[in-house]
């Protein structure tokens, strides 16, 4: 936008020092969306670029306004104000976004039977104990029910894919999808040839959003908080707590379907104290099967509930994101990308701008970065980018 002074003899205005001036202050005109200049007239030295950018900035759009209205004057200010700053590249790489991240909340799917959909993560920088390091929990999304595996230290795709397949799959069967992140694990071609060769899909979260996999993060704290307590005068006797913990765990009540998991996945509760031969009841298999198809259509019911209280509950503090297109060019945070920086603290807090290159889903979008970032994936969740706005020409 080019800033010039137009000629005028209206009444109202007032010549002096050769530049028109209304109430005291500088009087643009304003034809279509540029500012023209008098031949008879020049742009007064403080406006040219080169002196405004050398020591100004944008402290917001009122801040900004009521400082530009002490010396200036043009129709429809405070529009072109409200435009300039929010299309200034300098504020949307440097300024924090002070607004609630975008992106409602997308629930995964509710299966319809326990063990069909399992999520995985790593608990790590554990103290040595029995030679073991690292936990790797599995966590049934449709029961909650959970396992918690010792492993010596933090395992390749392969190791990993043994693991499940001696914990899991060979109590429960297979499942037809597995939630995790972005682990080397996870990402590796074997991991997903391997989920391929067993019938089940991979689902990865996004980049920089561990809430993708928040059942196995919450699963995760549980188990830390618990050991915590039960081995904190021998900090190297978790792993003998490890299987008692885990039986804990599934023994009680979750709030999502109102009782534990072995009760949803097992359909029925075992004891959790020592009990008489008489007070432990043996259905018939017919009886069996009854009890258990009621009791997993009260947990699905349950989980719809639960979960559209947790999207309630969760979008009261997001906004609904821009709608985002190919192409589209948009900023990119540094929250979590390491830059080389002298400071931290005057690192830029958004780089770019990018392009994106494909909506994966209406809260994830792919981008297209430059090679300096190949270590990062393209993948993020739109609370992680916000777009370029243009200032309208």
Not at 17 to 46: A, C, F, H, M, Q
């Amino acid at each position: 936008m080019t800033l010039a002074i137009e000629s005028c003899w209206q009444s109202n205005l007032h010549w002096k020092n050769g530049v028109t001036g209304l109430k005291g202050r500088v009087y643009l005109s304003l034809y279509g969306r540029t500012i023209r200049i008098s031949n008879t007239l020049e742009p007064p030295k403080d406006l040219t670029p080169g002196r405004l950018g050398g020591h100004c900035f944008h402290p917001g759009v009122s801040r900004t306004r009521f400082l530009v209205k002490q010396r200036f004057w043009w129709p429809g200010m405070a529009r072109d104000v409200h435009d300039f700053v929010l299309a200034c590249s300098v504020c949307a790489i440097g300024k924090t976004s002070n607004r609630p991240p975008d992106g409602l909340l997308l629930p995964l799917s509710v299966p319809l039977r326990p063990w069909s959909h399992i999520s995985l993560d790593f608990i790590t920088a554990l103290p040595p104990s029995k030679g073991n390091t690292v936990i790797l929990t599995v966590v049934d999304r449709f029961s909650k029910a959970t396992h918690f595996i010792p492993l010596p230290k933090l395992p390749s795709a392969k190791e990993t894919a043994v693991a499940v397949i001696d914990h899991v799959f060979r109590i429960h069967g297979l499942p037809t999808d597995v939630v995790s992140d972005r682990g080397p694990q996870f990402v590796s071609k074997f991991w997903r040839e391997f989920c391929k060769l067993l019938g089940a899909t991979v689902s990865l979260s996004s980049g920089f959003h561990p809430q993708s996999n928040g059942q196995t993060e919450r699963a995760n704290q549980d188990v830390a908080g618990v050991l915590r307590c039960l081995a904190s005068n021998n900090p190297s006797s978790w792993c003998q707590q490890l299987s008692i913990v885990e039986y804990a765990h599934n023994s009680l009540p979750v709030s999502s379907t109102g009782m534990s998991p072995f009760k949803c996945s097992l359909g029925y509760q075992p004891p959790n104290f020592v009990s008489t031969e008489s007070e432990v009841s043996v259905p018939s298999a017919h009886a069996l099967v009854q009890r258990c198809h009621r009791t997993w259509t009260r947990a699905r019911r349950a989980l719809l509930q639960a979960r559209s209280r947790t999207k309630a509950k969760a979008d009261r503090h997001r906004s609904k994101p821009p709608r985002y297109v190919v192409g589209q060019r948009v900023w990119l945070s540094t929250q979590n990308i390491q830059m080389r920086s002298v400071s931290n603290k005057l690192a830029p807090k958004f780089i770019g701008p990018f392009s994106v290159t494909k909506i994966i889903n209406p809260v994830t979008v792919r981008l297209s970065l430059p090679p300096v970032y190949r270590r990062v994936h393209p993948v993020f969740h739109v609370s992680k980018i916000k777009p370029v706005i243009f200032f309208p020409s």
